[in-house]
């Protein structure tokens, strides 16, 4: 059984910080390219960052310079560090595991992050 269990959410001030985290089990976690996605009400998941197998990270434009992905493959791991947040950060947290070959996507339940004073 694939699981993907989010933890670290909760509610934190604008200007705060937050470090989520990703523990994946049922999967060889070192062949996946590992990512968070995060999805305000009303709106569509959009994609946050992603560090793949190899190391190599991508952010969204709207959370370069704040937040940082990051993956300790001996803990099957990924960390979503998040500094200087801003309500509009508000989202439900998802992550994602990914393979090419074969190909494969899972996703985590997702965990709630609020930024609000």
């Known amino acids: 059984q694939v699981q993907l269990v989010e933890s670290g959410g909760g509610l934190v001030q604008p200007g705060g910080s937050l470090r989520l985290s990703c523990a994946a089990s049922g999967i060889t976690f070192s062949r996946y390219d590992m990512g968070w996605y995060r999805q305000a009400p009303g709106k569509q998941r959009e994609l946050v960052a992603t560090?793949?197998?190899?190391?190599?990270?991508n952010y969204a434009d709207s959370v370069k310079g704040r937040f940082t992905i990051s993956r300790d493959n001996a803990k099957n791991t990924v960390y979503l560090q998040m500094n200087s947040l801003k309500p509009e950060d508000t989202a439900v947290y998802y992550c994602h595991a990914e393979r090419a070959a074969p190909s494969l996507k899972y996703w985590g339940k997702g965990t709630l992050v609020t930024v609000s004073s």
């Open positions: 560090i793949a197998s190899n190391g190599i990270t």
